[in-house]
């Protein structure tokens, strides 16, 4: 099984999951190698124990691969599709040894971007016909962002800034660390390629003004209330990006559809990769 989105970082992917195995199997699955027999065969099923949008299966397939292979998984569904409770998502058989040893790393993958994408599916729909977009953040999981990034992509959100070196995000700190607004921006400017879009955070309207005068590509407007973002978009007035920012995974969906509806270009949420709840999935062995 192959995934195109990951063709070229394969090699990035691998090293995830091989130090994902290493700190799951140590030096080796005592309770496996001790109990069943090097040439015992099995098959199974995972089967979505709750409803959502599945993400994740080749990295399943890669990791029985980088324990001993002679497996065979076959997926039944694509990363994307929405799966009912009860259904089953795939099928694997295979030497029983390497599908028990591979079993846990590959299921708490699949469970835990399978969560990210079915909420950032129900995010999205939120905010569904207005022109907000939902995007994610750097809050991802140290190691994992690679793949957290394209969970959210997958359930139909956006990504932020993948890294440090992807833009010039001026946050409190820095406007604290350079002076001002006025000068963290003009120094941006005069600092990195003119390809590169400079946002500022800001929490007031003189701020707001300030960015604006400053030449700020995008205004983030962090933890605003739904009037004075309304407000502050019509200030903005189409010179700049606005992104609404700030607690926006504890919202309801109506609270969430209200800020989407200031008009604001972007609305970013941290949850859908820090705290998501992983999706119950099972495997479920039966022995040849």
């Not at 299966?57 to 001993?68: N, P």
């Amino acid at each position: 099984m192959k995934n195109n989105e990951f063709d070229l970082y394969m090699p990035e992917v691998d090293d995830i999951l091989s130090r994902a195995l290493k700190e799951d199997v140590g030096c080796g699955d005592i309770t496996t190698r001790s109990t069943v027999p090097a040439n015992r065969r099995a098959h199974g099923r995972y089967i979505a124990k709750e409803s959502g949008v599945i993400c994740g299966l080749f990295i399943c397939d890669r990791v029985f691969d980088l324990v001993g292979g002679d497996v065979e998984f076959k997926p039944l569904k694509t990363d994307g599709d929405y799966v009912e409770k009860g259904e089953v998502i795939a099928e694997v058989s295979g030497n029983a040894r390497n599908i028990l040893t591979g079993e846990r790393v590959g299921l708490n993958l699949l469970q835990h971007l399978s969560g990210i994408a079915t909420m950032t599916k129900k995010t999205v729909a939120a905010v569904e016909g207005t022109n907000a977009k939902i995007v994610d953040t750097r809050k991802a999981t140290p190691g994992l962002r690679i793949l957290e990034k394209y969970a959210v992509r997958v359930g139909g959100g956006t990504n932020h800034r993948f890294n440090l070196a992807d833009g010039v995000l001026i946050k409190d700190n820095h406007i604290v660390a350079s002076g001002s607004i006025t000068n963290a921006v003009a120094a941006a400017k005069k600092n990195v390629p003119h390809t590169i879009k400079i946002e500022v955070e800001i929490e007031t309207f003189p701020q707001l003004e300030e960015a604006l005068a400053a030449g700020a590509d995008i205004i983030m407007l962090d933890n605003m209330s739904v009037p004075d973002m309304a407000r502050a978009v019509q200030i903005v007035g189409g010179k700049a990006i606005t992104e609404a920012s700030g607690n926006m995974g504890d919202k309801t969906a109506d609270e969430l559809r209200a800020v989407a509806n200031t008009g604001v270009d972007i609305i970013s949420v941290g949850s859908l990769t820090h705290s998501v709840h992983a999706m119950d999935i099972s495997l479920k062995l039966v022995m040849d």
